[in-house]
């Protein structure tokens, strides 16, 4: 099928895809609820500190955060600093000894095959086995897989022709004086093919790890856009980086990795960069203060089942990005609860 990358939605996807990426939301809920009764705990000691929830539970920092962001976000928790406390619709419907107590509403699905792996990412930090191989390896090793690979590759590429397209538009005066971009971890190339589709004076260079990449190639064919567009097989974290950008772009790529891959790939970006070249982080963004929006505190939950990483703020990306001698513009919305951050290198 021959597709117009030029030619825009007319409606937005984002409750489709919500049903999709708020699936491990629920059984997350249930197991705070469930297995930990973390809202009574929290709510016989009147607030609770970041560190104490972690210490008593035995969490791991990253799932936790995710979980309190969840909690903040549905409106069950208030923070004030790294002090929790509970709402009233947490203290009325989430503490055992209340009347209105629903804990037995989500009992049906407390061990459930996705509740118990939501227990196993908050207690050891390891994602859980979704859509991987059979030996629990999170998505990332099982996309050295040939055929999880190209089941994993079209998922994503049938969501991004939307969310590219409205990226390509909204960036067009970011990018009107760069020349190359260089989209690293670029899938099936599809947020190059937008970008190109849209913009004449722009090519691009796709960096993506076998087999990924040959994927790529023929996305690139099908649009006909192989005069424009090349890909480079490489590994992000470990090879060197394909010369001449002028812009890096970084689309749904961060999410999925920990603070320090994620400094890595920012101090990569910057050293592929001339003075004056230009980054684009495309991504579902959490609010500064991680009070949501809700339908990205649900999708952080799934990441944090699936990958090593979770979702983030502009003003987290945006410290680690000033940290490497970036100017960071402001954050913008597109499509389908997703938006982007600039930043130029000084």
Not at 11 to 25: E, G, I, S, V
Not at 200 to 210: F, P
Not at 232 to 251: E, H, I, K, R, Y
Request: with cysteine; charged share 20%; aromatic share 8%.
């Amino acid at each position: 099928m021959t597709i117009n990358l030029k030619h825009n939605p007319a409606t937005d996807p984002a409750l489709l895809l919500r049903f999709r990426d708020r699936q491990y939301a629920p059984d997350m809920l249930a197991v705070a609820i469930g297995k930990l009764n973390l809202f009574t705990w929290i709510h016989s000691r009147g607030d609770a500190e970041t560190e104490a929830i972690a210490n008593h539970f035995s969490l791991a920092s990253r799932p936790l955060d995710v979980l309190l962001t969840l909690c903040r976000a549905s409106g069950l928790i208030e923070s004030a600093g790294d002090r929790h406390s509970l709402t009233d619709l947490g203290r009325e419907h989430l503490v055992d000894t209340s009347p209105w107590f629903l804990g037995p509403y989500y009992a049906p699905i407390v061990d459930s095959p996705i509740a118990q792996g939501c227990l196993q990412v908050l207690q050891h930090d390891r994602p859980a086995n979704w859509q991987a191989d059979e030996d629990g390896s999170d998505w990332h090793a099982s996309m050295m897989d040939e055929e999880f690979a190209k089941g994993f590759t079209a998922l994503m590429n049938c969501r991004g022709i939307a969310m590219g397209q409205v990226l390509a538009d909204k960036v067009g005066s970011f990018v009107a004086d760069c020349n190359h971009v260089l989209d690293v971890g670029g899938g099936s190339a599809i947020y190059s093919s937008t970008l190109v589709a849209k913009h004449d004076h722009l090519r691009a260079t796709v960096l993506e790890q076998s087999p990924v990449d040959r994927l790529a190639r023929q996305e690139v064919l099908r649009h006909g856009l192989q005069d424009r567009i090349t890909v480079a097989q490489g590994n992000m974290f470990t090879d060197p980086w394909p010369s001449g950008a002028d812009c890096v772009l970084l689309s749904n790529v961060l999410h999925d990795w920990d603070f320090p891959e994620i400094r890595t790939l920012i101090q990569k970006t910057c050293q592929a960069l001339p003075s004056g070249g230009r980054v684009i982080i495309h991504e579902a963004f959490l609010n500064d203060d991680k009070t949501g929006p809700l339908a990205v505190a649900e999708y952080s939950v799934l990441l944090v089942n699936i990958t090593q990483g979770k979702c983030y703020s502009p003003a987290e990306y945006g410290a680690i990005l000033s940290d490497h001698g970036f100017e960071v513009g402001p954050y913008q919305d597109t499509i389908a609860d997703r938006g982007f951050l600039t930043a130029i290198k000084r």
